[in-house]
Every structure is written in structure tokens, then in C-alpha cells.
């Protein structure tokens, strides 16, 4: 079954919005084993609109369209629908009950505006959205099946998870998938290290390179049963994890946050951070994990030199000496956390994310992290580049692979 | 001129990354006064490839193409480029050595796989990447100028702003735009408020409501002279200023944390923070912006209720009697992480995340923010839902729309 995505709205083409409703639908849709062949975002323009559908449900079986189901003059996705399949707009009379029941309950008085979501293309079938006052909308084009939902996120990932998984994945074809989040090492050397194992590949079997900040997500996909696909990739995964086992930091569809989190919480461990440059990054990722609070207790956002020592005990003489980016002051802020709020494990992470502030011994880029336990410590220079985004992004998910590394190694160390 | 955009790779499809590149662009090339028709996200699929450029190139002035340029298997730009123009590929003996010299100065061992890179389809003209090891390509089909770029975004970004804006910058149409960014009002109230200069309107000027967690961005934009379409630009904006001001945030192109840091600069007044369920994303967001250590001191995330008597003072007993989601943990949170940094704001934030946690009197998305000052005390209780990641990344916008309240509110209680 092939599928595209279909996202309306100015505000991705101008860059204000990222598309990130694509892309859960991208990841929702080839879990249940469908494929994405296109995901296409244009701007409200009801005549465009129109048009893309069609011609996108001219080649694909199914076809999820976002945007456009709102309050104001620029939202026209039902108006376009209405120009495509030949049919009027009418009330629908649940649905405006609904919408003055969800008014009423947050003591907000309704609008005209907002009545004008109760209408509805007479050709499409409405699905209940217990999110929001836009129901979504499902129709038939030709051989494609189609539904509009709305592009507020929480709105359009209820629905589609509430109503519309059940209605498509009978259909989905049979695959086999395994993730494994790799780190540590660059996708080029990945590539050589797992290249006799491309012999496996083709005939249903793919191996995905999908580079994140978080490392990289290898993606091996079974599509079929042609010639013992099975059976191939049951030794494309175990080669990867053969030849590729030092780097391996999960092996469920997860993210790294996640995966060290599932790790302390498996090992009974307790976390604490200080930070510097990342400015509490390190902490929000950790804590975007449903029940973090099992394994993280908090930490100190030192960003000022003053809080460094006053709320982590780094001693002056450190920083006047070393530098705030230093060995020695990422030492000192792990350890200092670690001991103020008595957790078992802590990651200090102290740079330069520039654009200011970097030197010839010390260039922007430059960042210090320690990871510390009871009994051991690393710490590690690196340097991640001149962008600030890049460098805070790196340095964030660079500190939860030194916290991994301590975890796993000391474990090495007592049974080797 | 009108311009698409072509982002390439599976990873994109299967939601494994979030296209920010085509964000990144859409922004860029608004500013220039192009319009951005579309943006289009494909698979590694060497023919798919060449039909879309074919066919976005038939109705495009402008294409911008990304991705497919790495060192892998499933890297296919370049071949899909060459199958279109019909040409070959050529080893280019400038990117080589480029290629050889990148390597060398990290360290780093070439290998084969690298060395594909400086292959270039004989056709195109090869555009520098002082960034990665990839040149930008570009060539013209038909009518459309394309370029192709390295999906790796700060080497996108980096090629995109050295070589490519000079080149397409002369021949976009002038514009005028003013963007608003709003907050603390839904949607259709502003839309409701401005109703009236609905009349300005149309024949060149548009008005979008743009939404994100940190408010609405209002983005007015002319576009030509049209029909008094400069003086309808003035009165529109004008307009806005004047019916909504207690909701404008700023008029400038920034996130709402620039927006806030750069009233606390121009205030010389500094801030540290005080997270529990944000986890220490108001810090993360505050320090996006270069040069916030001017006024941002640091805090502590304490997510644990250790933390929060630990290191922030709050007393037992108003833990045990009111709980960690009260106003009054709030405002000990606030006012103790500025005793304990020296600061001359803070803002706490303590609430329930999700999915757990939840209870009849505080369901989750129960959320409590204090905003503090020597003088002040701005607290607030709000209700944000259901959803773990809306609740966290509302709640952290809210707690910079609190100290932004705090700020000019005690202005104007001084002046007025």
C-alpha cells in the first residue's frame, strides 16, 4: 500500500511552523507498514489544494491531508474538497453541538468563526476529533482513500491514533523492521564497517543510514518474502550486531534520551546534571521520557561563572586557573552536583557554542564533559564545530553517551 | 519568482527527522520576496528523483534540491541528475583534493566511498562547500534554475548563504513584510479583534495567523504596489498595534525567548530559572540566543522533590501541606533560586506533565508558574492539557510570557 502525505498551511512554506505532523504521520504509517512515497506541504490556496489532491490520489492507494480545517479566512481545505468532488458545504448538526458543548465547558463564549468548522463537504464521511472543534473528514477519489485532518498536532495525532490506524492497517502489506541507534562513530565509517554485509541487501531488503544529532539510526526493512528475505535478514541484523557491537546504544525505535534512560532505570541508578553552555538541554531531553523522575532528579543550569561556584562548589583558584572550559571545571561541576543532590551518577557539560567566546587554544566548538559515579570517571575533550545550534545539540546528546559509556563500561571492566 | 523546494531521503518520509532544512529555506526564501509554492519530501529513489525534478522544474522559476549527497548506497542525487540532463559523471580533480585535504586536517582516513563525493554530473556547475565534503551543484532545466544542496543542514545552510542568495537575490520582487508575534489571546479572539481591517485586504496584502507554542505570529506582507497596496501595508500594521497592543510580544523576527532576553538586555536585568516539569527547557530556550549570558545567570531543574528543599529552600512543611504543583512551591521556587543566584528576576515552573501524576483536584496539565522580582510577584495556575510534550513546551512559553508581563507591567505601573 503506498501513501502520501499531504500538509497545507503558509506557515511551512515560510518556515515558521517544521513540518513535525508529517513526519509522525511518516513514522505512525511505516510502522504499520505502509509505504510514504511523498510527503508534499503548499499554501492555502484553495484552487492548489485541489489540485495536488487530485493528482496525489491518482498514484497512491491512501492519502492523509493536514491543514486547513480551521477558524480563519485562510483555512480552505473544505471549500477545496467541496470544488474537487462536486458537492455543497452543509452544517452538520452534531458537530456544531459539539463544538458549542467544548466552548461551554472551558467558559469560552463561541463565534461565528468557529461555527463554520461544523461544516462539512456533503461527500465525505466526518470522524469524531475529541481534541479539538474540527472534525476530520474522510472521502474516495478514483482508487485512493482520502482523509483531511486538522493541523494542530495533539489534534490530528488523536484522531488519527483514535480513529483512522484501525480503518487502514488491515491493508498494510507484512514487514519485518529493527532499529539500532548507533554512536560514536561516523556514518562513513558505519558504511565500511558493515560492508560485507551488503551482499544481503536487495530483493525486499534494505539497510536505511539515517543520520540524527543523536547518532545514527541503521534501518533494516524486510518488504516481502522473495527470495528467503527472511532468512536474510535475520543475518543482516545479527552481522550489524556482530560488526558494529561497540557502538550499539539501543536497539528499540527510541531515542537516546529514552534508551539511557531505560538503562539507569534497569540498573536502579539515579542522575543529576550541571550545565553550562547546553543551558538545561541535557536535562530536557532526559526529562521528554514519561516517567524520567524513576531515574532523574535534576541538576544545576550553571550558565554564569558565579553559579558554577556557588551552586556546584568549582573552586575559584579552577577557574581562574584552567577555565571555565576546561578538565578540570567539568570535573568539579559533575562531582559537585553529584554530591549536593546525592544522586549515584552525574554529567557535567562546559564549552564554547559561540558565535563569541572562542580562542586559538580554545575555539568555539570546544566543550568539556565528565561523567562521574561513585568509583569512576570520564571525561573527554571535543570539539563539535562553529554552528551554536550544533555544537549545544551535540554536546547535549555527546553527554548522554558518556553517561551510557559509564554505565556499560563499568559493568565490562567488573566481568572482564 | 517562484520557487519549490525538493528535500530528499527516506529518513524523512519514515518521520525519523524532522525536515528543518525546508523550514530553514522557506524563511530564507521569503525574506528575498520569493514565494515558496511548495515543498516536497521524497525517498532515495534514483528515477522518483529525476520525474520530480522534471516536473517541479516545468512550474518553478526557482528549485531548490537537498539531500542525496552523502557518501552512501542510497545517496543518488548526483546519478538521478545526470539519468535527467543526460550526461555523465566525472571524478572533478578541485573537489578531490578539497575532499583529501578536509580529511587530513581531522585526521581522518579517506576512503573510497569519500571520494565519490567529488564526482560531478558533467552538466552541472559545481557550487563550494567550505563546509563538508560535498560540492552544491546547479543547472538549469527549461525556464528553472536548480540548485542542489547537501542535506547535512549547517552545510546546507553555510553553501545556501555564502554562494546561493547573491545569485537569486537581484531578481526577487520587492516586498514589504511585518511580522507580530502575539501571545496570551486564542486564534480566533485576535482574528475576532482585527476583523475590521479585513477590507485592506486582497490585490497584494495578505495577513497570516501563524501558530506556535510561544503565540500567534501575525505576518502581514505586500506584495507589489497595487491599489494603494503600500498605504493598505501602513494602515494594516498600524491597525494591528492599535486594536491588539496588550498582546504584542514583539515586531521583530524572533522566537519569543529572543524577544524576552532582549528586553531584560535593554533593561540590564538578569534571570535565573527554577524547572521542575520542564525539565530545563526554559533555560534551553533562553539560551538559543547568542549573547544571553548577558542576562541569563543559569537556575536549577529540581525535578525531584529533594531538589526543590535542597537546593531551592522551599520548605517541607509547604510541600507536604500544598504539594509540588501549588502556588506556593511556585513562588518558593522562584524567590529562592533568586536569592541563591543573585538574580535579578526569576521564574519558577512546577506542574503535572503527563500521562501520570494526574488527580481530581490537579489533573495532568496542571501547571503553576511564579514570576518574581524585588518588588513583584506575577503567579499564575493554568490547565494545558493532556499531552506530555504540549503541556512542557506550553508551559515553558508561558513562563517567558510571565517574566515579559513582569517586566513592562511594572513600567507601567510606574509611569501610568
Not at 513540518?19 to 492555502?44: E, F, K, R
Not at 493528482?55 to 477545496?80: K, V, Y
Not at 529514552?258 to 542522575?271: F, N, Q, Y
Request: with cysteine.
Amino acid at each position: 500500500m503506498t501513501c502520501s502525505i499531504l500538509s497545507i498551511g503558509d506557515e511551512l512554506l515560510i518556515g515558521q511552523v517544521v513540518n513535525t505532523n508529517a513526519s509522525w504521520l511518516g513514522d505512525q504509517l511505516t510502522s504499520l507498514g505502509i509505504t510514504v512515497a511523498a510527503i508534499i506541504n503548499i499554501g492555502d490556496d484553495r484552487g492548489l489544494i485541489a489540485r495536488e489532491i487530485e493528482r496525489l490520489a491518482s498514484t497512491n492507494d491512501l492519502l492523509i491531508i493536514s491543514g486547513g480545517l480551521g477558524p480563519t479566512h485562510d483555512d480552505l481545505t473544505r471549500e477545496a474538497i467541496c470544488d474537487l468532488l462536486g458537492c455543497q458545504l452543509r452544517i452538520d448538526e452534531e458537530q456544531l453541538r459539539r463544538i458549542e458543548q467544548r466552548f461551554a465547558e472551558r467558559g469560552l463564549p463561541i463565534n461565528e468563526r468557529s461555527i463554520r468548522q461544523a461544516a462539512i463537504p456533503e461527500s465525505c464521511r466526518t470522524i469524531a476529533n475529541n481534541y479539538g472543534s474540527a472534525p476530520g473528514l474522510s472521502f474516495t477519489l478514483g482508487a485512493c482513500r482520502a482523509y483531511a485532518l486538522p493541523g494542530v498536532p495533539m489534534e490530528l495525532k488523536g484522531i488519527f491514533g483514535d480513529e483512522i490506524i484501525a480503518e487502514i492497517a488491515p491493508e498494510a502489506d507484512t514487514i519485518e523492521r529493527q532499529t539500532l541507534l548507533m554512536f560514536g562513530l561516523t556514518e562513513s565509517a558505519l558504511a565500511d564497517q558493515l560492508q560485507e554485509l551488503n551482499t544481503l541487501l536487495g530483493d525486499g531488503l534494505t539497510l536505511a543510514y539515517l543520520p540524527a544529532f543523536g547518532g545514527i539510526r541503521l534501518r533494516a526493512m524486510r518488504n516481502g518474502s522473495k527470495d528467503n528475505a527472511e532468512e536474510r535478514f535475520k543475518k543482516l541484523v545479527e552481522g550489524i550486531a556482530t560488526l558494529s557491537a561497540r557502538w550499539i546504544v539501543s536497539t528499540r525505535h527510541e531515542t537516546m534520551a529514552a534508551a539511557v534512560g531505560a538503562l539507569l532505570h534497569e540498573r536502579g541508578l539515579t542522575i543529576a546534571v550541571a550545565e553550562s553552555c547546553t543551558g538545561g538541554t541535557v536535562g530536557m531531553l532526559l526529562t521528554e521520557t514519561p516517567g524520567s523522575s524513576a531515574y532523574f532528579l535534576g541538576g544545576v543550569i550553571s550558565y554564569a561563572n558565579s553559579l558554577k561556584q556557588g551552586m556546584l562548589g568549582v573552586a575559584e583558584s579552577d577557574l581562574q586557573q584552567h577555565g571555565a572550559v576546561s578538565q578540570q571545571v567539568a570535573i568539579a561541576m559533575a562531582r559537585g552536583v553529584r554530591q549536593r543532590t546525592g544522586s549515584d551518577l552525574a554529567v557535567a557539560v562546559t564549552g564554547i557554542a559561540g558565535p563569541d567566546g572562542g580562542s586559538p587554544e580554545k575555539p568555539v566548538g570546544t566543550v568539556w564533559i565528565a561523567a562521574v559515579s561513585s568509583t569512576r570517571t570520564i571525561v573527554e575533550r571535543f570539539q563539535l564545530g562553529r554552528e551554536r545550534e550544533v555544537v549545544r545539540a551535540r554536546a547535549a546528546h555527546l553527554a548522554l553517551w558518556l553517561v551510557q559509556r559509564l554505565v556499560v563500561e563499568s559493568e565490562e571492566e567488573i566481568v572482564g
